[in-house]
């Protein structure tokens, strides 16, 4: 939805990079008629939902509630707006989408919200992970998920397709074990852990790789995420738990 309301002048990107460090390009500006507002934890929050208003919003879905519709008053009329006392309440599309202002006053897409997770007070793009991992030479395709389960900590999960690879997973069930020895995988997994240590902040790095042919899809043809987390799927797959190292250790003692 974001993308069809907001446009980005590419030669401002030099001059951006210069201040900003950024993994995507911004998805940049509210075109004409647009109003664009950040929604996060905090009225003044520069990251967080992204609500669209102005001419460009309809009234309501056909035959649907308009509950992803809501009014709210602004402060002002910049492409920033902030919750306040000014105005009058206007309607606004609540977009699911989420994203961050920069300080040219461009947006950067964050990602989805069922996509976006929190981890030791860090908010991390699944998506982000996921492209990140796609642009590995060696990489076809990626899925990230969280890992949430009772009496274990939240990691990452990265599910890798190699390319040139339909052999990847044996018909009998692969070995796992948590130093890492899985049947030769260990070597990839570790050399892509290491490769996204240079592009991504080390909490935004999967703590265990698992590689597979294919992944399981929905109806419409979209990454069954839910499948992928069920137990029976880890017969048909390698699981390579990388080493967290120092930094786990040294948040583990801040933490204390």
């Known amino acids: 939805v974001s993308g069809d309301c907001t446009f980005f002048d590419c030669k401002d990107l030099p001059k951006i990079l210069e201040t900003e460090v950024l993994s995507t390009v911004p998805i940049g500006k509210p075109i004409h008629g647009c109003k664009v507002i950040?929604?996060?934890?905090?009225?003044?929050?520069?990251?967080?939902?992204?609500?669209?208003?102005?001419?460009?919003?309809?009234?309501?879905?056909?035959?649907?509630?308009?509950?992803?519709?809501?009014?709210?008053?602004?402060?002002?009329?910049?492409?920033?707006?902030?919750?306040?006392?000014?105005?009058?309440d206007e309607m606004y599309f609540r977009t699911g989408d989420f994203a961050r202002r920069l300080r040219s006053g461009d947006y950067v897409f964050m990602g989805r919200k069922d996509r976006l997770v929190k981890i030791?007070?860090?908010?991390?793009?699944?998506?982000?992970?996921?492209?990140?991992?796609r642009d590995h030479p060696d990489v076809s395709d990626s899925a990230v998920t969280v890992n949430s389960s009772d009496g274990e900590q939240s990691h990452l999960i990265a599910y890798i397709i190699l390319k040139g690879r339909a052999d990847v997973i044996p018909e009998a069930p692969a070995a796992s074990s948590d130093d890492g020895e899985s049947n030769g995988f260990e070597q990839t997994a570790s050399s892509l852990k290491h490769w996204l240590a240079e592009r991504l902040p080390s909490g935004m790095i999967p703590a265990h790789f698992q590689f597979l042919n294919s992944f399981p899809v929905t109806s419409s043809g979209k990454i069954d995420y839910a499948s992928l987390a069920v137990p029976g799927l880890s017969k048909k797959r390698q699981r390579i738990h990388i080493s967290a190292g120092l930094h786990k250790r040294h948040l583990e003692t801040v933490k204390k």
Do not use: M, P, W
């Open 120 to 133: 030791h007070g860090q908010r991390i793009s699944l998506e982000e992970v996921e492209d990140t991992l």
């Open 38 to 88: 950040l929604i996060g934890e905090s009225n003044d929050s520069d990251d967080g939902e992204i609500f669209v208003g102005g001419a460009c919003t309809s009234i309501g879905y056909l035959f649907n509630s308009a509950s992803d519709f809501v009014y709210l008053r602004c402060h002002d009329e910049s492409s920033h707006g902030i919750l306040g006392q000014k105005d009058i």
